[in-house]
């Protein structure tokens, strides 16, 4: 059963443009959504992380959009920059559960072209 | 400040073989998670120790077992390796792995002949 579904699976904008990445989960009971970055060879490095008692949150060219009542939140990478090219991940976390683990989605390769 | 350092990069093995992987957490940090990511995919949980204590386990076979030690640094073991363990092994540390942001390492490569 998959927790968190990401869409797209791939996605391709040209410099300058909107990414836009959407994540879906299914229990309730998560309250700690991530956003992650992974650049080939690397680990996953944190980009943006919001809770749910906010809508949206903005770092810099990075915005993540919740909604609870979807389950949905998504993140908007303003400005796109071949920079950053990489695979994004959404996950999330239940803190009240029995052990703290971040569930993953199945990622997102973004290819921003100059 | 270091961030979370992982060993070995890589590493070659065969099936039926075990194999040891370390994991330096941040300094202050006192939970390590382990994931492992198989190509093409996100990370799935393994484990997450938090003061020397296992706290949560994921999917996996018995196969795989984890220790943490009194310097919170942590050893993923995993025996009788299979073809299908081949993966980037990813080892995460946070303050209390509760409410807090958890930073990951560059990983362990883990192929399996």
């Known amino acids: 059963q998959q927790q968190v579904k990401q869409s797209p699976q791939s996605l391709i904008v040209q410099k300058g443009g909107i990414s836009i990445i959407n994540c879906a989960y299914e229990?309730?009971?998560?309250?700690?959504f991530p956003w992650y970055q992974q650049f080939p060879g690397k680990g996953p490095a944190l980009l943006i992380a919001i809770r749910p008692d906010v809508s949206e949150k903005k770092e810099g060219r990075f915005t993540i959009s919740f909604n609870k009542s979807a389950k949905q939140f998504s993140l908007h990478i303003m400005d796109s920059q071949p920079g950053d090219s990489a695979t994004y991940f959404c996950a999330a976390q239940n803190s009240g559960g029995s052990n703290y683990k971040l569930t993953f989605g199945k990622g997102t390769l973004l290819t921003v072209n100059p | 400040d270091a961030g979370v350092t992982q060993s070995p990069t890589h590493l070659i093995k065969t099936r039926g073989q075990h194999v040891t992987l370390r994991c330096s957490p941040i300094?202050?940090?006192?939970?390590v998670s382990w994931y492992q990511q198989v190509l093409g995919q996100g990370p799935q949980f393994i484990f997450q120790y938090y003061e020397k204590e296992e706290r949560g386990r994921g999917n996996f076979p018995d196969r795989f077992s984890a220790r943490q030690f009194p310097n919170y640094s942590s050893e993923l073991n995993v025996n009788a390796l299979l073809l299908g363990d081949s993966a980037l092994y990813l080892c995460?540390?946070?303050?209390?792995?509760?409410?807090?942001?958890?930073?990951f390492g560059q990983g362990t490569r883990l192929t399996v002949v």
């Open positions: 300094s202050g940090h006192k939970s």
């Open positions: 995460a540390s946070s303050l209390t792995g509760l409410n807090t942001e958890a930073f």
């Open positions: 229990n309730t009971a998560f309250d700690y």
